[in-house]
Nanobody, 120 residues
């Protein structure tokens, strides 16, 4: 069984920073693409940023220039550095990753979500 465990959410003032982490654990061969999504109250879940296993990245227009996605393949961990946070960034943030599991299939995994609240 594989799982993603997120950490790093919390309450921050506008203009502040947070770093989210997402660690993959369990029995698998490798982590393929990793991504962060978010869901604000009353809204649909949206893609925030995505990184492939060779380091290629893409971002939602709303976070370009403020957020940076990265990964440490040796630790099977992904990160989302969030700077210049705005109240509209308030949401539950979810980690998503494609894992090559022992059956040689790609398993789409989700973390439990971590709350990010931007407020003064």
């Amino acid at each position: 069984q594989v799982q993603l465990v997120e950490s790093g959410g919390g309450l921050v003032q506008p203009g502040g920073s947070l770093r989210l982490s997402c660690a993959a654990s369990g029995r698998f061969f490798s982590v393929k693409a990793m991504a962060w999504y978010r869901q604000a109250p009353g809204k649909q879940r949206e893609l925030v940023a995505r990184i492939t296993n060779d380091g290629s990245t893409n971002y939602a227009d709303s976070v370009k220039g403020r957020f940076t996605i990265s990964r440490d393949n040796a630790k099977n961990t992904g990160y989302l550095q969030m700077n210049s946070l705005k109240p509209e960034d308030t949401a539950v943030y979810y980690c998503n990753a494609d894992l090559l599991v022992l059956t040689m299939q790609i398993e789409d995994c989700w973390g439990q979500g971590t709350q990010v609240t931007v407020s003064s």
